[in-house]
């Protein structure tokens, strides 16, 4: 049966100063390594401090953390105990171990003994502060951990105005505290964090490894796995406009976006006509599409010399159809492949430098727009048949067999109604669709 004493088992001690504290005192002194020298603490390790009544000493100070009382009729059990348990338990109070499937103490019934003892005459709560350390109440705790974190996230108000709504959502979505061990390790990754994003995106691009190393001392700093890559990676996207994803291709082409590079080989930009080096001179002759890497547009800027328009278009589909169609005799075409890589960015950048104007078109859809108006940021460039007017004319061409418009709205800056004109139809209207009318366009 479980051993629990009752009041009435022994006769009550007179009330006195020391007998009759509040529960909450024990948390009113300033924490102290020496134990009071009214605790006889040999004789106190003794009674309470065994290995086998540490399950004990356990419970007690969950109570005083919680700032419950450990007077009245309150009593802490423990299931499936040992012998030695049994044995110590029993001892503790004078009482037969009892052979129950479980012990239960009444935590007044320790207090009365160690108080009569002369144990500890201050009782129970001071006997386990003298034999395990002081106790904070878990409210303080919790009141310094958010302290300590509202201050590990501190650094993020450091951030430019394009990166507030990225700080405000990074503070709520838990993804540092998932990362960081601690307030302290998660106030280091955000300022890591915070003195890369301060120093993207670079222009003309650079080397990853390289920037890593200039920015936080480690050319390994920002490689895959690494907490800091994640959380970086996270306010890339917020910065560049670049869509969520995975793999090792989309962390590239993320990293691109920003203009830190993995190599210089693996982002690409396709094009159709453009001169200006011997190899796009003889291809343009011919009328087909050449691709260019961003070590080719690093080491040797392309002088156009076809023109001051060169047009932009965001599926292959278009270029392919230009090339088929009019060959050598198709205007200049630059196609992004969706979003803009650091090769196309780094193309239009230099074609923008020499006085070209740009001309993009895309698909009608939330997505169409979000790569749209990340191009915007980089470079200008003019709408070519991308405005709600041309939208609202395509859309009630192919209305019947047009896909529904999914996903979450985006804004267009070059034409604030397109978004409106977008919801109100509620289709996606692709450049395959409108295919005929971007060649018309396209005709030297």
């Given amino acids: ?23 909450s005192d024990q948390f009113s002194d300033p924490p102290s390594d020496q134990p009071s020298d009214r605790i006889d603490l040999p004789r106190l390790r003794r009674l309470l401090g065994t290995p086998e009544l540490a399950w004990l000493l356990e419970r007690v100070r969950r109570r005083m953390a919680r700032q419950e009382p450990l007077t009245g009729p309150v009593s802490v059990t423990l299931n499936a105990p040992s012998d030695a348990q049994r044995s110590a338990a029993g001892r503790l109070l004078g009482r037969p171990p009892g052979d129950g499937r479980s012990i239960g103490v009444r935590l007044d019934a320790v207090d009365a003994m160690l108080r009569r003892s002369g144990a500890c005459p201050d009782g129970l709560g001071a006997a386990v502060v003298a034999l395990t350390g002081q106790v904070e109440p878990l409210s303080e705790a919790r009141d310094r951990e958010v302290r300590a974190w509202q201050e590990a996230y501190e650094p993020l108000d450091t951030l430019a105005p394009e990166l507030a709504d990225w700080a405000a959502r990074t503070r709520r979505d838990g993804l540092v505290r998932r990362l960081a061990r601690g307030p302290e390790a998660a106030r280091d990754l955000i300022s890591r964090t915070v003195r890369v994003l301060r120093a993207l995106p670079c222009d003309p691009p650079v080397s990853l490894p390289a920037f890593a190393a200039r920015t936080l001392g480690s050319a390994h700093a920002l490689d895959d796995g690494d907490p800091l890559t994640t959380v970086v990676l996270s306010g890339v996207r917020a910065l560049t406009g670049f869509p969520d994803g995975a793999g090792a291709g989309w962390r590239r082409e993320a990293w691109a976006s920003a203009g830190l590079l993995r190599d210089d080989v693996s982002s690409t930009v396709l ?50 159809a230009a090339a088929d169609a009019y060959g050598p005799h198709c205007l200049p075409l630059v196609c992004l492949q969706g979003q803009p890589s650091a090769a196309a960015l780094t193309l239009l950048r230099q074609a923008h430098a020499q006085g070209t104007v740009l001309r993009y078109h895309g698909d009608f859809d939330w997505g169409g727009l979000r790569i749209a108006a990340g191009l915007l940021r980089h470079v200008p460039w003019q709408p070519w048949r991308y405005t709600a007017v041309d939208y609202r004319r395509s859309a ?30 509620g289709v996606r209207v692709e450049e395959e669709a409108v295919l005929d009318d971007l060649l018309g366009d396209l005709a030297r």
């Fill in 396 to 425: 009630e061409t192919v209305m019947a067999s047009a896909p529904p418009l999914t996903g979450t709205p985006a804004v267009a800056p070059w034409d604030l109604e397109l978004p409106s004109a977008l919801e109100s139809l």
């Fill in 1 to 23: 049966m479980d051993m629990i004493p009752q009041p009435s088992d022994r006769p009550s001690d007179p009330p006195s100063d020391q007998s009759s504290h509040r529960p």
């Fill in 271 to 320: 094009t159709l006509n453009l001169r200006g080096t011997p190899v796009l001179d003889l291809l343009a002759k011919t009328g087909e599409p050449a691709v260019l890497t961003l070590r080719q547009l690093a080491r040797q800027e392309i002088v156009l010399t076809s023109g001051t328009l060169l047009y932009i278009c965001e599926n292959p589909t278009v270029l392919s």
